[in-house]
C-alpha cells in the first residue's frame, strides 16, 4: 500500500458477516439472542444481558447525528487530501451509537439530533464501508 492511499480495515474471521453484508450494501451487526439488543463493535457476548449465543442480523439503517467532530489535521499521508472531514456518531434506531462519517451533505450543514441513514462507500473490491447521510 502506497502512504498516499487510505488505510483499508481488514475483515478477520469475526467481523466478516459485517462486511459480506456492507459488500451487499446492507447494515449487518451482531444481535443477542437472548434479549435482542443490537451490538457494536464485534463483542464475545451481549453487553446487556451477558449472553454469549450472539447472530448476525440486517439493522434499520437509521438513526440521528448523536455528536460529530471535524477534523482539521493530517494524521496520515492518506487523508491530505480530504480535511476538512467529519467524524460522527451516530444513534441508530435500534440504540446503540457508531462511529462513521456524514457524507451528503457539508460539514457546516451538522447538526445534533439530524435524521441519518445509511449509504455505502466501496472502498475496494473488497472493502465496502457504511457511512451515513441525510435522510430522505
Ligand atoms: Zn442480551
Not at 47 to 58: G, M, P, Q, R, V
Not at 84 to 94: G, K, Q, R
Not at 118 to 135: G, H, N, Q, R, W
Amino acid at each position: 500500500m502506497a502512504e498516499s492511499e487510505v488505510p483499508l480495515p481488514v475483515p478477520d474471521e469475526r467481523s466478516k458477516p459485517f462486511f459480506e453484508g456492507a459488500k451487499r450494501h446492507e447494515l449487518v451487526l451482531q444481535k443477542c439472542k437472548s434479549c435482542g439488543a443490537v451490538l457494536w463493535p464485534v463483542k464475545f457476548r451481549c453487553d446487556s444481558c451477558l449472553n454469549t449465543e450472539l447472530e448476525w442480523a440486517k439493522v434499520s439503517g437509521k438513526g440521528k447525528l448523536y455528536t460529530f467532530a471535524i477534523m482539521h489535521q493530517v494524521f496520515h499521508p492518506g487523508f491530505a487530501d480530504k480535511v476538512p472531514y467529519n467524524i460522527a456518531v451516530v444513534e441508530l434506531d435500534e440504540g446503540l451509537r457508531v462511529t462513521t462519517n456524514v457524507v451528503g451533505c457539508s460539514n457546516s450543514e451538522l447538526r445534533a439530533d439530524m435524521p441519518l441513514e445509511v449509504t455505502f462507500e466501496d472502498l475496494s473490491e473488497k472493502v465496502t464501508i457504511p457511512k451515513f447521510k441525510p435522510a430522505e
